[in-house]
């Protein structure tokens, strides 16, 4: 039963970081796929109505984290508070940009509201990485599990750590730079004319550079949570998120290459979900890494919900899930297409 809610848990993060992923990709690089008003127009159509929708899976991911592992909800919640209350900051603003920003025509509102969206979406991609980072590397729970993160201390993944050190930071970097990838490729496939060209020459040289990337991180892992591995490769779902990394890559570069743009945008999907489906099975069943001492790590063993309740719980998700997937898939098929150029707005 645990492990059934561990895999919900993870589904709900990995379509919320797939899907909002696009919007926060597009979202950063909107000044540099789009030189004149039209064509980041073009990126905000792009984007869509949908944008909204796909913070839901953020909201299912906590609800799904309180109902089936309350305490770790507890601890995280204090211990992240500084992180979260950034991550809410900038998910607003970039909402608010959205729909404010064309309100006036006042260049110096627009050029605001624009520079806040920017600047939300990379912020947005900074956390998400940086959150991913800490996951990976533990936080300082002491036995009564309990912790609170400062935005840094010394920079080292070991000790009393902050929310920032030379891993999270390289995490938070390699974030920005993946859904900067899966972003333009997503703009590949959803855009034409010259949005279209410089969204496909982006995309190449960022997906080279993931690629590299992605090695460099695989060793900072290794080093700094080396039973990382061994767990993922013990677990039926870490081989998955392994071959859907490698896979994923394969196809998002093949298919941009080929000019198969569908092809690449599955790939940059699989690539994402694979990262994320590797990482959580390498840490079960340690949610909660302590890196004081890891006796008061917090695993999802020890700390899930009575199982009664868990029973009752798995009987109606699956029932919220499908309304939730068949009310996305009808709005997504309204807005599939391509965005065209149009007439300049402002």
Not at 46 to 67: Q, R
Not at 271 to 276: E, Q, S
């Amino acid at each position: 039963m645990i492990e059934i809610w561990y895999v919900i848990l993870s589904f709900t993060l990995v379509m919320f970081v797939v899907l909002e992923g696009f919007n926060i990709g597009a979202g950063m690089l909107r000044h540099v796929v789009g030189t004149t008003q039209a064509e980041r127009r073009m990126v905000i159509e792009a984007i869509g109505p949908l944008w909204p929708w796909h913070e839901v899976w953020l909201v299912g991911f906590g609800g799904t984290l309180l109902l089936a592992f309350p305490n770790i909800l507890a601890a995280s919640f204090a211990g992240f508070y500084l992180a979260l209350f950034l991550l809410l900051w900038s998910l607003l603003l970039r909402g608010v940009s959205l729909e404010v920003g064309g309100h006036l025509a006042d260049p110096l509102w627009r050029a605001a509201w624009h520079f806040i969206f920017v600047a939300s979406n990379l912020l947005l991609a900074l956390l998400i990485g940086a959150a991913l980072g800490n996951v990976l590397r533990g936080v300082p729970l002491n036995a009564g599990g309990e912790f609170a993160l400062t935005l840094f201390t010394n920079f080292s993944p070991y000790g009393n750590v902050g929310i920032l050190d030379w891993f999270t930071a390289s995490v938070a970097v390699f974030m920005v730079v993946v859904l900067a990838a899966h972003g333009a490729t997503g703009l590949v496939l959803k855009t034409e004319g010259p949005v279209h060209d410089r969204s496909l020459i982006i995309a190449k040289n960022l997906w080279n550079l993931t690629l590299a990337l992605l090695v460099i991180i695989t060793i900072e892992s290794w080093w700094v949570r080396p039973e990382l591995f061994s767990g993922m490769l013990h677990q039926p779902f870490g081989w998955l998120g392994v071959i859907l990394v490698f896979s994923g890559i394969i196809c998002a570069l093949t298919g941009l290459l080929g000019a198969r743009e569908h092809r690449a945008a599955i790939g940059s999907s699989l690539f994402i979900a694979g990262l994320l489906i590797a990482g959580a099975a390498g840490v079960f069943p340690v949610m909660l890494r302590s890196t004081l001492a890891p006796e008061d790590s917090l695993s999802a063993y020890q700390n899930a919900a009575e199982g009664h309740g868990l029973a009752v719980a798995l009987v109606w998700w699956p029932i919220s899930a499908v309304f939730s997937v068949v009310y996305f898939s009808f709005f997504s098929r309204q807005f599939a297409g391509k965005v065209r150029p149009a007439n300049p707005q402002p």
